[in-house]
């Protein structure tokens, strides 16, 4: 079973638009959320990272945390073509003396549409 | 600023074959990962050091050996590759294991004829 589920699996928006992006965790052990943006033919890089309950903004970009459900989002505005990547969501997993972990979704493919 | 550098970028391998990829960073970080991209699965985690001289299996090491030979380099080998295989390996590091903001290099495509 997936422990992480993104949602959409793909999504279109015009430029200057609005997208929204989810993430939800199937594992109550989980303390943080990453959020990475992968460029087509690129490797991943870590866009945003949230740990508290609520919503965290950085310039276009604001991520929610609902640490209840479990649930994370991200939200894009004014979107641009060149935010058209694979968003990676990544929950952290505490697992005691295990350690921690990081366990990657399989992404929402964003196209921002000129 | 570091960069991690992987090589070869592109592998093509034969059925059954051993195979080595390479990846060294100078972040000076402490540990470093290796995961697999496969289309519509996300990445998976195969194996992972925390700190020079230390190997952790990750979810996917069966098929895989690992190698951490010094601080700023770590080996992955696919001990047997397994026909019509195609992915794409990458190296991570971080400061330390309970840092994940995780740095990546470019890959390495592989290709099993």
């Known amino acids: 079973q997936q422990k992480v589920q993104q949602s959409p699996e793909s999504l279109i928006v015009p430029e200057g638009g609005m997208a929204s992006l989810n993430c939800t965790s199937s594992?109550?052990?989980?303390?943080y959320f990453w959020w990475y943006r992968q460029h087509s033919g690129k490797s991943p890089k870590m866009l945003m990272?949230?740990?508290?309950?609520g919503e965290k903004e950085e310039g276009r970009f604001t991520v929610h945390l609902n640490k209840a459900s479990l649930h994370t989002s991200l939200h894009i505005r004014d979107s641009q073509p060149s935010d058209s990547a694979l968003y990676l969501c990544?929950?952290?997993?505490?697992?005691?003396?295990?350690?921690?972990?990081?366990?990657f979704g399989i992404g929402t493919l964003l196209s921002v549409k000129p | 600023g570091g960069i991690i550098t992987q090589t070869p970028k592109f592998l093509i391998g034969q059925e059954g074959q051993k195979l080595t990829l390479k990846c060294q960073q100078n972040?000076?970080?402490?540990?470093m990962y290796w995961y697999r991209q496969d289309s519509g699965k996300g990445l998976r985690l195969i194996y992972y050091?925390?700190?020079?001289?230390?190997?952790q299996k990750g979810d996917l090491s069966e098929g895989y050996d690992a190698s951490r030979e010094k601080k700023s380099s770590f080996s992955l080998t696919v001990t047997s590759a397994q026909k019509n295989e195609m992915a794409v390996f990458l190296c991570?590091?971080?400061?330390?294991?309970?840092?994940?903001?995780?740095?990546f290099g470019h890959g390495t495509k592989l290709s099993v004829l």
């Open positions: 991570a590091s971080s400061i330390s294991i309970s840092n994940e903001r995780l740095f």
């Open positions: 594992d109550r052990n989980v303390d």
């Open positions: 990272s949230i740990f508290s309950n």
């Open positions: 990544a929950p952290r997993f505490k697992y005691g003396s295990s350690g921690n972990k990081l366990i």
């Open positions: 972040f000076n970080h402490d540990t």
């Open positions: 050091s925390i700190t020079e001289n230390d190997l």
